[in-house]
């Protein structure tokens, strides 16, 4: 099986932090031209 979402030790204790803040997560990569189709990190349920 392959991996989807590979994450380095760094960012995870990141993301960590940002889940003791804020609660679940929700990651979103765009794919349009406005935004740079930049990785996105949004608190559950706040991106519709």
């Known amino acids: 099986m ?3 979402v590979i994450i380095t030790d760094a960012a ?3 993301v960590d932090q940002l889940k003791q803040r ?3 997560l ?3 990569q765009s794919g349009g ?3 740079g189709s930049q990785p ?3 608190e ?3 991106l519709r």
């Open 2 to 4: 392959v991996p989807r």
């Open 12 to 14: 995870k204790a990141i």
């Open 22 to 24: 804020f609660g679940d």
């Open 26 to 28: 929700m990651f979103h």
């Open 33 to 35: 031209c406005c935004d």
């Open 40 to 42: 996105m990190c949004f």
């Open 44 to 46: 559950k349920g706040i």
